[in-house]
């Protein structure tokens, strides 16, 4: 949910695909495809920027949370994958 574009909760579609109870909301929908289409990095920051702006003035969910999960391995512990999320193949004990 990090990214604009893969983010489900932004999806203010007017097809009726989205959340039941979310806005329709043509430019919702429009920013993200100009983050896309952008041609530099200026650009696709600028489109990032008004798309930002714009949920804020819509607010079609309020972000309450953010979770991130630690985790702690001992030394003799090896091949830990860095992920989102812990995942236990490729450990080997020293």
């Not at 893969?6 to 993200?32: R, V």
């Not at 972000?63 to 003799?76: E, G, I, K, L, S």
Request: proline share 7%; glycine share 4%.
């Amino acid at each position: 949910m990090t990214s604009p574009l893969t983010n489900f909760t932004i999806n203010s579609a007017c097809d009726g695909k989205n959340w039941f109870g979310w806005p329709c909301d043509a430019q919702t929908e429009a920013l993200p495809t100009a983050y896309v289409a952008a041609a530099d990095e200026g650009d696709q920051k600028a489109a990032l920027e008004a798309l930002h702006r714009h949920l804020w003035e819509e607010l079609p969910d309020i972000p309450v949370a953010q979770y991130t999960q630690p985790f702690a391995w001992r030394a003799n512990i090896s091949g830990v994958l860095h992920a989102p999320l812990i995942v236990f193949w490729n450990i080997d004990k020293n």
